[in-house]
């Protein structure tokens, strides 16, 4: 099991690292507020995610760390959701994103077919956000009409 996913059962291991990446991770840890086993789980996840669905990356945001397309602002679950809506067609998705590389969607679409919970789970709370409940949380975001 993962480190995204609830309460995973963990394991002692004793490895040796090299001062200057201790120190590092440390560093990093304080940064964040993390603690060192805490942050090192979540790199060493994020390094074999990276590895088994190669062009995808991790950056930060509001929400925590996510899954996007290498080289881009683009999030994975956000293509998708166009692969979804295009009926699961990879040559309209690619249409839908032009500016890519078929091999960087299919990049995305491969991290899915790794990771589904994940992405599922945030198509899940993308969908949440109705008009409704857009003017009701957020007013400011929604256009006035006339």
Not at 24 to 39: C, D, F, K, P
Not at 67 to 78: K, P, Q, R
Not at 113 to 126: F, G, K, V
Request: charged content about 30%; proline content about 5%; glycine content about 6%.
């Amino acid at each position: 099991m993962c480190a995204r996913t609830a309460k995973p059962r963990s394991t002692a291991r004793g490895t040796r690292l090299p001062s200057v990446l201790d120190e590092a991770i440390q560093a990093e840890a304080a940064v964040r507020g993390s603690s060192w086993s805490a942050l090192t789980t979540e790199m060493l996840d994020e390094a074999l995610r990276q590895r088994r669905a190669p062009g995808v990356a991790f950056v930060d945001g509001v929400t925590g760390r996510r899954a996007v397309l290498a080289g881009t602002a683009l999030e994975v679950w956000e293509i998708v959701a166009a692969w979804k809506d295009a009926d699961e067609d990879l040559a309209r998705t690619h249409e839908a994103f032009s500016w890519l590389s078929e091999l960087q969607v299919r990049a995305a679409l491969g991290y899915y077919q790794l990771y589904p919970d994940e992405i599922d789970r945030r198509l899940a709370r993308e969908e949440a956000w109705t008009r409704e409940r857009l003017q009701a949380e957020l007013p400011f975001a929604v256009p006035r009409p006339g």
